[in-house]
């Protein structure tokens, strides 16, 4: 690994990331019914749970964020085995990690595509759902910046699932289960930040929490999924 | 760019590949350099595909080491990712863009600054002229390997290594990966091909190598 990080470093980047992202976009755009699928889940299935509880505001209010922030992961956790696993099966995986350019870059560009088709729209829908479950504007806001902030470490977290399962039999359902465990904290810290500020209390702790797990998982994820997409390779 | 401007060797000292329990092959050992083609020969299950992504990088040997330029090189290497350009099973190619911009996505990623009429050409020289701008879903099997062979013109390594090119290509598409083939080695690069038929190309440059099945 050594010579190979060293050579790494010294490759360029950004354009690593621009090429992986503008591809990855470019491909999502062609099949538009795919992310379409997935925002309909999200809204569908935030929009069921007023009908399956009560319509009193005071459950609703209390329910919403937790409602939304678990519809985001399970949104998140529905495309995450599109992320890969095309590449892989199609062997343009193999072609990127044979590529000059350093790995971790270019999975870093096709993570930010993932965040860009999925948890962006998730994040900007948030607010217009919210308003089903008598969240009052403040609550929408914070909602929707602590779904900014948390989205982007679940298509980090999830891509390194996403790697670790890929070639395996049975990959989907083994993926929830590697995942799900790992969202739990985002999910904390941001149904969190949404439910202190309707207790009246300030968000910050929580969404500082978050952006501090962004830059953690920024970080450390590239560098896991490109080891995990060598592995996969093997 | 040009392959010639430098010498290339690829070692291969006694590498040995196991799957699970079963061994592939002992002891391969060969040497390719400028302008050499290897032609790796075998049954079906015998490994070749194995030696060639061992070759390539891609899968670490169980036993023995690769050499490149004298320097032993482990998957993924940099210094060999510089040089290889690996054609497998797999076309690598998005059904739901053109020739022309998987292509252009291709060398893009590979930093070299191809003009817009050196795809056009490239597909022209596989009688793909008329079908670059139709997504790759609706191509052939054998269209598709086409596509393959003119990246491997345009995305200038001095090293290729190709797993059974000619399978899925028509008369046609095998004289063009003949003429492709014998450019390149004539320009001092190095072939390295798995396949059940005899390559179309370069027959007095090509060693072969019969991988044997490792008895059990």
Same mark, same amino acid.
């Given at each position: 690994?050594? %010579?190979?990080?060293?050579?790494?470093?010294?490759?360029?980047?950004?354009?690593?990331?621009?090429?992986?992202?503008?591809?990855?976009?470019? %491909?999502?755009?062609?099949?538009?019914?795919?992310?379409?699928?997935?925002?309909?889940?999200?809204?569908?299935?935030?929009?069921?749970?007023?009908?399956?509880?009560?319509?009193?505001?005071?459950?609703?209010? /209390?329910?919403?964020?937790?409602?939304?922030?678990?519809?985001?992961?399970?949104?998140?956790?529905?495309?995450?085995?599109?992320?890969?696993?095309?590449?892989?099966?199609?062997?343009?995986?193999?072609?990127?990690?044979?590529?000059?350019?350093?790995?971790?870059?270019?999975?870093?560009?096709?993570?930010?595509?993932?965040?860009? /088709?999925?948890?962006?729209?998730?994040?900007?829908?948030?607010?217009?759902?919210?308003?089903?479950?008598?969240?009052?504007? /403040?609550?929408?806001?914070?909602?929707?910046?602590?779904?900014?902030?948390?989205?982007?470490?679940?298509?980090?977290?999830?891509? %390194?699932?996403?790697?670790?399962?890929?070639?395996?039999?049975?990959?989907?359902?083994?993926?929830?289960?590697?995942?799900?465990?790992?969202?739990?904290?985002?999910?904390?810290?941001?149904?969190?930040?949404?439910?202190?500020?309707?207790?009246?209390?300030?968000?910050?702790?929580?969404?500082?929490?978050?952006?501090?797990?962004?830059?953690?998982?920024?970080?450390?994820?590239?560098?896991?999924?490109?080891?995990?997409?060598?592995?996969?390779?093997? | 760019?040009?392959?010639?401007?430098?010498?290339?060797?690829?070692?291969?000292?006694?590498?040995?590949?196991?799957?699970?329990?079963?061994?592939?092959?002992?002891?391969?050992?060969?040497?390719? !350099?400028?302008?050499?083609?290897?032609?790796?020969?075998?049954?079906?299950?015998?490994?070749?595909?194995?030696?060639?992504?061992?070759?390539?990088?891609?899968? @670490?040997?169980?036993?023995?080491?690769?050499?490149?330029?004298?320097?032993?090189?482990?998957?993924?290497?940099?210094?060999?990712?510089?040089?290889?350009?690996?054609?497998?099973?797999?076309?690598?190619?998005?059904?739901?863009?053109?020739?022309?911009?998987?292509?252009?996505?291709?060398?893009?990623?590979?930093?070299?600054?191809?003009?817009?009429?050196?795809?056009?050409?490239?597909?022209?020289?596989?009688?793909? @002229?008329?079908?670059? !701008?139709?997504?790759?879903?609706?191509?052939? !099997?054998? !269209?598709?390997?086409?596509?393959?062979?003119?990246?491997?013109?345009?995305?200038?390594?001095?090293?290729?290594?190709?797993?059974?090119?000619?399978?899925?290509?028509?008369?046609?598409?095998?004289?063009?990966?003949? @003429?492709?083939?014998?450019?390149?080695?004539?320009?001092?690069?190095?072939?390295?091909?798995?396949?059940?038929?005899?390559?179309?190309?370069?027959?007095?440059?090509?060693?072969?190598?019969?991988?044997?099945?490792?008895?059990?």
């Amino acid at each position: 690994m050594s %010579v190979n990080d060293r050579s790494d470093a010294d490759a360029a980047i950004l354009p690593a990331v621009g090429w992986a992202l503008a591809r990855d976009i470019r %491909v999502a755009l062609r099949s538009k019914a795919e992310l379409g699928v997935q925002l309909l889940f999200y809204v569908i299935v935030v929009s069921l749970f007023p009908l399956a509880t009560s319509p009193s505001r005071e459950v609703l209010s /209390t329910l919403g964020p937790g409602v939304l922030w678990t519809t985001a992961l399970l949104a998140s956790l529905l495309s995450l085995s599109r992320l890969f696993a095309g590449d892989f099966h199609d062997g343009t995986l193999e072609q990127i990690a044979l590529s000059p350019r350093p790995l971790a870059a270019l999975v870093s560009g096709k993570i930010v595509a993932h965040w860009l /088709t999925t948890g962006l729209p998730v994040a900007l829908l948030a607010p217009l759902l919210g308003a089903q479950y008598a969240l009052d504007g /403040t609550v929408l806001g914070t909602l929707m910046v602590s779904l900014l902030l948390g989205t982007p470490i679940l298509s980090l977290l999830g891509a %390194v699932g996403a790697a670790l399962t890929l070639g395996t039999r049975g990959g989907g359902s083994l993926l929830a289960l590697l995942v799900l465990p790992l969202y739990a904290p985002v999910l904390i810290f941001g149904a969190g930040a949404v439910d202190a500020v309707r207790a009246g209390l300030s968000a910050a702790p929580h969404l500082s929490l978050l952006g501090a797990g962004l830059l953690l998982a920024l970080v450390a994820a590239p560098l896991a999924v490109s080891a995990a997409v060598r592995i996969a390779l093997d | 760019m040009t392959p010639a401007s430098a010498t290339h060797v690829l070692d291969a000292q006694r590498l040995a590949a196991r799957r699970g329990y079963a061994t592939l092959f002992t002891g391969v050992t060969f040497r390719v !350099q400028d302008g050499e083609a290897l032609f790796v020969s075998g049954p079906n299950g015998s490994g070749k595909t194995t030696l060639l992504r061992m070759t390539a990088g891609l899968t @670490a040997p169980a036993e023995g080491e690769l050499r490149w330029q004298g320097d032993a090189v482990r998957p993924f290497d940099a210094r060999l990712r510089e040089v290889v350009a690996f054609n497998g099973h797999l076309p690598a190619l998005k059904d739901e863009l053109t020739p022309e911009e998987n292509l252009a996505a291709w060398i893009a990623l590979d930093d070299a600054t191809a003009r817009d009429d050196a795809i056009a050409e490239a597909l022209d020289a596989v009688a793909l @002229a008329r079908q670059r !701008q139709l997504p790759v879903r609706v191509l052939s !099997q054998g !269209q598709r390997r086409r596509i393959g062979l003119a990246r491997l013109r345009l995305v200038r390594r001095p090293l290729w290594i190709l797993d059974e090119p000619l399978t899925a290509l028509d008369a046609q598409g095998i004289e063009a990966l003949g @003429a492709l083939l014998d450019a390149h080695l004539a320009a001092g690069g190095l072939c390295i091909a798995a396949s059940h038929q005899p390559l179309p190309a370069a027959r007095e440059r090509t060693r072969t190598l019969s991988l044997v099945p490792a008895a059990a």
